[in-house]
T-cell receptor, first 113, second 115 residues
Framework: QKEVEQDPGPLSVPEGAIVSLNCTYS??????FMWYRQYSRKGPELLMY????GNKEDGRFTAQVDKSSKYISLFIRDSQPSDSATYLC?????????????FGSGTKLNVKP | GAVVSQHPSRVICKSGTSVKIECRSL??????MFWYRQFPKQSLMLMAT?????????EQGVEKDKFLINHASLTLSTLTVTSAHPEDSSFYIC???????????FGEGSRLTVL
C-alpha cells in the first residue's frame, strides 16, 4: 500500500466550477499537509500548508484535513483556466528530524473556458 | 515563503559528459536540501537528502557515484550528473525545508537532455 493515494485524473471542469481534489494516507503520524500546484515543465509551487486537522482558507482555495479519516482535500472555488495544472498533495510527520516528505501521484486538472 | 533558485533551467549535453545543477536558497539558510527526479506524468522521486557540511543521504537505488551531491554552504547545494547517458534525461528539482514549520519549497527545476 502506498503511503499516499491520489487519483491521477485527468479532471476536466468548466470555468467557474468548484473543484474538489483529494488524497488519502495510511500513516497516522503525518502532521503536516501541503498542496502544490505544478505547471508543465516547472517546479511545484506551494499553495496551501496545514498543520494537524482543520480547515484553512486562502482566497479561492480551501484546504481541509481530517486526521480521523486520514483524508485531505483541496477545494478551488470559481475555477479559472489558469488553474489548469497538476496538483500534488504532500505530507510529513516529524518536526525537527524529518528528511522525507510523501507525495501523491498528482491530479491533472483542466479548466475549460 | 522561501525562494529557491535553480540553475540551469535547461541543459542539453552529449553522452559521457558531466552536468552540474545548482540549487540556491535565496532568503534563508537551509541546513537540509532535497533532490528529486520527475519523469513525465509521474510524481516526484526523492533521490537524496543533502545536509550542509556532511555527506548526502541517498535513497535506495540511486547511484552515489553517478549523482554527486555537494552541500558546501547553507545556501547552496549542487547535483552533478557524471558521465551522463540518455537514460539520465529527466526533470531534476531541488527543494528546501524551513525545518521548524514543516513547509517544503521547490526550485523551478532543471530539464536535462542527454543526446
Amino acid at each position: 500500500q502506498k503511503e499516499v493515494e491520489q487519483d491521477p485524473g485527468p479532471l476536466s471542469v468548466p470555468e467557474g466550477a468548484i473543484v474538489s481534489l483529494n488524497c488519502t494516507y495510511s500513516n497516522s503520524a503525518f502532521q503536516y499537509f501541503m498542496w502544490y500546484r505544478q505547471y508543465s515543465r516547472k517546479g511545484p509551487e506551494l499553495l496551501m500548508y496545514t498543520y494537524s486537522s482543520g480547515n484553512k482558507e486562502d482566497g479561492r482555495f480551501t484546504a481541509q484535513v481530517d486526521k480521523s479519516s486520514k483524508y485531505i482535500s483541496l477545494f478551488i472555488r470559481d475555477s479559472q483556466p489558469s488553474d489548469s495544472a497538476t496538483y500534488l498533495c504532500a505530507m510529513s510527520g516529524v518536526v525537527y528530524n524529518f528528511n522525507k516528505f510523501y507525495f501523491g501521484s498528482g491530479t491533472k486538472l483542466n479548466v475549460k473556458p | 515563503g522561501a525562494v529557491v533558485s535553480q540553475h540551469p533551467s535547461r541543459v542539453i549535453c552529449k553522452s559521457g559528459t558531466s552536468v552540474k545543477i545548482e540549487c540556491r536558497s535565496l532568503d534563508f539558510q537551509a541546513t537540509t536540501m532535497f533532490w528529486y527526479r520527475q519523469f513525465p506524468k509521474q510524481s516526484l522521486m526523492l533521490m537524496a537528502t543533502s545536509n550542509e557540511g556532511s555527506k548526502a543521504t541517498y535513497e535506495q537505488g540511486v547511484e552515489k557515484d553517478k549523482f554527486l551531491i555537494n552541500h558546501a554552504s547553507l545556501t547552496l547545494s549542487t547535483l552533478t550528473v557524471t558521465s551522463a547517458h540518455p537514460e539520465d534525461s529527466s526533470f531534476y528539482i531541488c527543494s528546501v525545508t524551513t525545518g521548524h514549520t514543516g513547509e517544503l519549497f521547490f526550485g523551478e527545476g532543471s530539464r536535462l537532455t542527454v543526446l
